[in-house]
């Protein structure tokens, strides 16, 4: 039954993650990426104090390290993907970045020597080419920018791989407040560096920001870290991937794109993946 529930925590995750992608589509028209990144962590990090609670009170320097690690590759993540988006078309930024699900398995096999299931990797693939279908267009040449979003989706199976490797041993608010603190003292050096000090957000900028601060992030990585309790981290990937499939659905519902047979084929592998990754074979009798 925990598993299931860890499931449903994901897949839900993807769902808001999914309206993520208009959100920042929203804020982008009067902010820019690091201003962006900056006030959605800082209000993900304020939430977390006032989530934690007592659980504050008692960090240890350990977790504090795993929390550092955590925040560190979320913020490699967002960075990359943006500076990426400067030298490479948003198609093949949103492509190369899912590629992150057939990254996790391979950080498992090298870091503990962890076995890859078949199914796993069967899903890791139809996931990617299901993420291809949806996102590529004809011109396949790679770039600066292509070889930046590679590096960017390492950094999101990192994040994915030691959320499930701390969330055994560290209390997922705590790791969420110290993994958003990370990101939001990242993101505000990234913001000094690029800057980036003239605000001056639209009321729809400003909403979208809240929306991606309170809901996107700080619900949803919260969710995904109790939800990794029982999902494995090859698992969750893929089934996180799903969020190119509700990025698709809420591009189509909310900024009116016409549904292709593209969308239909990708998103269908997509799903795909999920089920053929979930596939129990059947024991021998004995």
């Known amino acids: 039954m925990k598993k299931y529930f860890g499931i449903l925590g994901l897949l839900t995750v993807t769902i808001i993650w999914g309206g993520g992608f208009v959100a920042s589509d929203m804020a982008l028209e009067t902010l820019t990426p690091f201003q962006i990144m900056a006030v959605r962590f800082f209000i993900a990090a304020v939430f977390m104090t006032i989530l934690g609670g007592k659980q504050l009170r008692t960090i240890k320097k350990d977790e504090i390290k795993c929390g550092f690690w955590l925040g560190t590759a979320l913020f490699a993540g967002f960075a990359l993907q943006i500076i990426a988006l400067q ?8 492509f190369l970045t899912a590629t992150n699900v057939v990254f ?61 490797e701390f969330v055994g041993r560290i209390h997922a608010s705590v790791l969420n407040f110290l993994q958003m603190t990370t990101a939001c003292i990242l993101s505000i050096i990234g913001l000094v560096i690029s800057g980036d000090f003239h605000f001056a957000p639209s009321m729809k900028s400003i909403l979208a920001v809240l929306y991606l601060g309170v809901v996107s992030t700080t619900v949803c990585y919260l969710l995904q870290t109790v939800s990794q309790k029982y999902v494995d981290e090859t698992k969750s990937a893929i089934i996180l991937s799903m969020e190119a499939v509700f990025g698709t659905v809420f591009s189509v519902i909310l900024l009116h794109e016409s549904v292709t047979i593209r969308m239909i084929i990708g998103s269908a592998l997509i799903l795909s993946a999920v089920l053929v990754s979930e596939i129990q074979p059947k024991k021998q009798a004995e």
């Open 87 to 94: 030298y490479t078309t948003p198609s093949k930024n949103a």
């Open 104 to 164: 996790v398995p391979f950080i498992a096999l090298v870091i503990y020597k962890k076995k890859i299931e078949v199914r796993s990797l069967i899903g890791a693939g139809m996931a990617i080419v299901g993420a291809g279908v949806l996102s590529l267009q004809s011109d396949f040449s790679i770039n600066l920018g292509d070889g930046l979003t590679l590096l960017c989706a390492a950094g999101f199976a990192f994040q994915i791989f030691l959320t499930g």
